[in-house]
């Protein structure tokens, strides 16, 4: 993560665990499900079924005694399926029995209900990472609890999270939120789904009469709601941009004015948002 302290705030920017340095690269199978656990990618010609599999410390009861061969030709890693009961899946598509498949790094292979991914240079050690609050790996956690422990350091008021959809973002966001002691108060808002017309109201509240249809007694909105806690502001990067000026006084000052209001009001409230594509 990147600091970028402005007046009493500091804004970091999550870009997703770093790989490792040194030199420590090997050919792996990393299963994703049930278990985070890797295992050096076996030798050609090596049969993997259920006996395999408990050696490895997974047990697949879906998985037949003789599943599939892995063979390397050239540099080249092939699948066969064996004939198995429930056949082999790369990529979400079933292979024909018998018939050797070629396999790239990435590529997922489904045997029962086991997930495997194919890493041809896989950094680091095979064991996996302990999980950080519903994160599990198996890979790139560690990197992550360097990041978390830099911010609990330095207690930053706004946090960015770079990373495809899919990735866990919101998971990190909460990781985020227990690390700075702002758990307890968690509020998710998709920026990105809230109508243009009511984007104010909804995050910042609105006093009594405030508009037509407004809630008789106001409403607080989510920032307020959440103040000494923590909101989550999904896929920030997809807010247009005048909408995206209305956080500024928030981001700036840590003051909202809610619609209809003749005064800022002052929250404390970290800020943890997201985007699948770059800002800069």
């Given amino acids: 993560m990147a600091g970028d302290e402005t007046g009493t705030g500091i804004t970091d ?4 665990p770093a790989r490792p340095s040194g030199p420590s690269r090997r050919a792996a199978l990393v299963c994703a499900f049930p278990s985070s656990v890797a295992v050096a990618t076996p030798d050609s010609g090596t049969v ?12 697949d009861r879906e998985v037949s005694g003789e599943h599939l061969r892995l063979d390397r030709r050239g540099g080249a890693l092939s699948v066969t399926d064996l004939g198995s ?3 082999t899946w790369i990529n979400g598509h079933a292979i024909d029995a018998g018939a050797p498949v070629p396999l790239e790094d990435g590529d997922v292979v489904r045997l029962g209900q086991t997930l495997f991914v194919v890493r041809e240079q896989l950094v680091g050690d095979l064991d996996a990472a302990p999980p950080i609050g519903e994160l599990v790996g198996p890979y790139g956690l560690r990197e992550l609890a360097a990041e978390l422990e830099g911010l609990a350091r330095q207690k930053p008021s706004t946090v960015l999270i770079e990373g495809e959809t899919g990735t866990g973002k919101e998971l990190c966001a909460r990781a985020v939120a227990v690390v700075l002691g702002r758990d307890e108060r968690y509020g998710a808002v998709n920026v990105a789904g809230v109508a243009a017309g009511v984007f104010e109201s909804q995050l910042f509240g609105h006093v009594a009469g405030a508009f037509s249809g407004s809630h008789k007694s106001g409403a607080e909105g989510v920032i307020a709601a959440h103040d000494k806690g923590t909101v989550f502001l999904d896929e920030i990067g997809e807010l247009p941009m005048d909408l995206q000026a209305k956080l500024l006084r928030l981001l700036d000052n840590r003051e ?4 209809g209001a003749d005064r800022p009001r002052t929250v404390d409230v970290l800020l943890v948002a997201a985007t699948n594509r770059s800002l800069e």
């Fill in 13 to 16: 920017v999550h870009r997703g």
């Fill in 48 to 59: 993997i079924g259920r006996r395999w599999l408990a050696a490895n410390g997974l047990a």
């Fill in 85 to 87: 009961r429930n056949g």
């Fill in 256 to 259: 909202i004015l809610p619609v």
